[in-house]
């Protein structure tokens, strides 16, 4: 396999990281790309090839420009087109997340199909291409064959759902196969010291930041376990032309909050768990913009179902304690939260 090339973009991101993991692990060779090779931080990148003796090389692309692309997908069998803005907070102008998500994702499919190599891609999408928008009181368990309401969604849900729809109108009449990535949340261990936004509410819980807990739902899902899913997506013929919902258990923020307390408050970190009211939410996110982008998500619980990626390509989902407690012992573990004295455990290896 180490002559099956395949192209990761993005390879900075949280997510990228562990696909490139799983690809060094299993033998194939990876061409990562990233926006800026002089100033991205890669270290853990080729630490991870050289403990697995995989080849990895990095090139630039961004996806706002059309340069290097053609390039990057230079004798690929396959790609995983992973990156797409991931914006801390809700931007003034919404195009400022949505036109690299839909541009880019053109221009690495355009780039695929004028290689003559690549024969399928893995696009990381989101459920928020599938839950975001509708109608609270609508309780339905969303499927593949749903579509989020994009005319009620806010600027990144927006992007994820423009990005999946161009690509799949794209490779309708194109020699080229395409697979997508529906995720959940995404937790699990860093790979190096990162401040990405998904593992920002395991960050603020286990740092104290927030006064008590909003009631936010989430349908968690491990990042070591997304890796996987993109390998079953690209190495299982049958699974071309489809959409996979990889999430696993659904948890209230007060549930990852208990799961965290159990394991880190006898260590001596003070985990809140008291409720957030929402009148004070509201007020606390005149202030606090990752909050703000937070308001729109109290009191649902987003209800999706992973029963085709189960019976279809065989995928897990790990349990979601395990992902919890794994995210919180990296953040400490690269520094990202500071270690309390009473935590004995700062001196295991
Ligand atoms: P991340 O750590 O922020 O990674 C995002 C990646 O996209 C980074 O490598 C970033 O590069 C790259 N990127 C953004 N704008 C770019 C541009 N204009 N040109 C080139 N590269 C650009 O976030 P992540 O959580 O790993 O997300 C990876 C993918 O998973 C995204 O498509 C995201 O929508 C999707 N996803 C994530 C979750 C989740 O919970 N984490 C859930 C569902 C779907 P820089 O490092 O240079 O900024």
Request: overall charge neutral.
């Amino acid at each position: 396999m180490a002559d099956t090339k395949v192209l990761v973009t993005g390879a900075t991101g949280f997510i990228a990281g562990h696909c490139i993991q799983e690809l060094l692990t299993h033998g194939y060779a990876v061409r990562g790309s990233v926006r800026d090779l002089e100033r991205a931080e890669v270290a853990h990148l080729h630490a991870i090839a050289q403990r697995t003796g995989g080849s990895l090389e990095l090139v630039q692309a961004r996806l706002d420009a059309e340069t290097g692309w053609a390039e990057a997908v230079d004798g690929c069998t396959f790609v995983w087109h992973v990156a797409s803005p991931v914006p801390p907070n809700v931007p003034k102008d919404e195009d400022e997340v949505i036109r690299p998500a839909v541009d880019g994702t053109l221009r690495v499919l355009r780039a695929a199909v004028a290689s003559g190599t690549v024969r399928r891609v893995v696009l990381t999408s989101s459920t928020d291409a599938i839950t975001a928008g509708h109608d609270r009181a609508d309780t339905r368990v969303r499927t593949e064959a749903d579509w989020s309401d994009v005319d009620r969604s806010g600027p990144y849900p927006k992007s994820k759902a423009y990005a999946e729809r161009a690509a799949w109108d794209f490779v309708r009449d194109q020699p080229l196969e395409l697979v997508t990535i529906n995720p959940g949340l995404v937790l699990g261990p860093l790979l190096h010291a990162e401040r990405t936004l998904s593992i920002e509410v395991i960050r603020q819980l286990l740092a104290h930041e927030m006064p008590a807990v909003p009631r936010i739902g989430f349908a968690v899902v491990d990042v070591r376990d997304i890796a996987t899913a993109h390998r079953l997506a690209m190495e299982i013929p049958e699974a071309a032309g489809n959409r996979y919902i990889c999430a696993g258990e659904r948890l209230w923020m007060g549930g990852i909050a208990a799961d965290l307390a159990a394991e880190f408050g006898p260590r001596g970190y003070r985990i809140p768990t008291r409720p957030l009211p929402y009148p004070l939410m509201w007020t606390i996110a005149r202030f606090d913009k990752t909050i703000r982008l937070a308001l729109t998500m109290v009191g649902v619980l987003p209800l999706v179902s992973a029963d085709k990626a189960k019976q279809e390509l065989g995928w897990t989902a790990r349990p979601a304690r395990e992902s919890i407690v794994d995210t919180a012992e990296s953040l400490l573990r690269y520094g990202v939260v500071r270690r309390r004295a009473a935590d004995n455990r700062a001196h295991t290896p």
